[in-house]
């Protein structure tokens, strides 16, 4: 499958995070395993103006410096101290705004991604960890056996990228306000996130 190009980063971070539902997210694990899914939430951050971002204000800290890399690069994270976040850096380098990944259905090799996450394959799930298997950051990561290693990881290399995959129909996008951040002040009501509904 062809890589997304560093073009399609290299833009506008809410087109991005909208375009990028439906594509196909590619992780190739330490002993080969491709774990494909389908990118179904998204949300957008944009320091210049976007309190909720690290790199608000362009504040650059060992943390925030992968957020000022070259479009098309991955930027992990951790929240609460233990809760992975993936996010693909857009817009030019040095301008610090990233795409965070928040959903996504499995589509290969999805009982390895169970196992990640339950401790058992797909088929043995209960409706409940069917529903929860990979609908937020933190579950995503830890069904693609992703952490902070893989900061800073180059999207169009080998062992984490974005291929193309089907994108829904623009009425099949919902738009609304970002989870999580009451704490960022007129940004928390910025309509930045984009999801489209999990299909059977």
């Given at each position: 499958?062809?890589?997304?190009?560093?073009?399609?980063?290299?833009?506008?971070?809410?087109?991005?995070?909208?375009?990028?539902?439906?594509?196909?997210?590619?992780?190739?694990?330490?002993?080969?395993?491709?774990?494909?899914?389908?990118?179904?939430?998204?949300?957008?951050?944009?320091?210049?103006?976007?309190?909720?971002?690290?790199?608000?204000?362009?504040?650059?800290?060992?943390?925030?410096?992968?957020?000022?890399?070259?479009?098309?690069?991955?930027?992990?994270?951790?929240?609460?101290?233990?809760?992975?976040?993936?996010?693909?850096?857009?817009?030019?380098?040095?301008?610090?705004?990233?795409?965070?990944?928040?959903?996504?259905?499995?589509?290969?090799?999805?009982?390895?991604?169970a196992q990640n996450r339950f401790g058992?394959?797909?088929?043995?799930?209960?409706?409940?960890?069917?529903?929860?298997?990979?609908?937020?950051?933190?579950?995503?990561?830890?069904?693609?056996?992703?952490?902070?290693?893989?900061?800073?990881?180059?999207l169009l290399g080998e062992e984490l990228?974005?291929?193309?995959?089907?994108?829904?129909?623009?009425?099949?996008?919902?738009?609304?306000?970002r989870i999580g951040i009451d704490y960022?002040?007129?940004?928390?009501?910025?309509?930045?996130?984009?999801?489209?509904?999990?299909?059977?």
């Amino acid at each position: 499958m062809e890589h997304l190009s560093r073009d399609f980063y290299d833009r506008d971070t809410l087109t991005v995070a909208r375009e990028l539902l439906g594509q196909r997210l590619v992780r190739v694990t330490a002993d080969g395993t491709r774990l494909v899914c389908r990118i179904t939430e998204t949300e957008g951050y944009i320091g210049r103006l976007d309190k909720a971002c690290h790199a608000y204000g362009y504040k650059c800290t060992p943390r925030t410096q992968t957020l000022f890399a070259r479009p098309g690069t991955a930027y992990l994270y951790l929240i609460y101290g233990m809760y992975t976040c993936l996010n693909f850096v857009t817009e030019g380098e040095g301008e610090p705004a990233a795409v965070l990944i928040r959903g996504a259905r499995p589509l290969e090799n999805g009982d390895r991604m169970a196992q990640n996450r339950f401790g058992r394959p797909m088929s043995e799930m209960t409706a409940y960890q069917r529903k929860n298997f990979m609908n937020g950051p933190g579950k995503l990561c830890r069904a693609l056996e992703l952490t902070r290693a893989q900061n800073g990881l180059d999207l169009l290399g080998e062992e984490l990228y974005v291929c193309r995959g089907e994108p829904p129909a623009p009425e099949e996008i919902r738009v609304g306000k970002r989870i999580g951040i009451d704490y960022a002040q007129e940004a928390a009501g910025f309509p930045w996130r984009f999801w489209v509904e999990e299909r059977p």
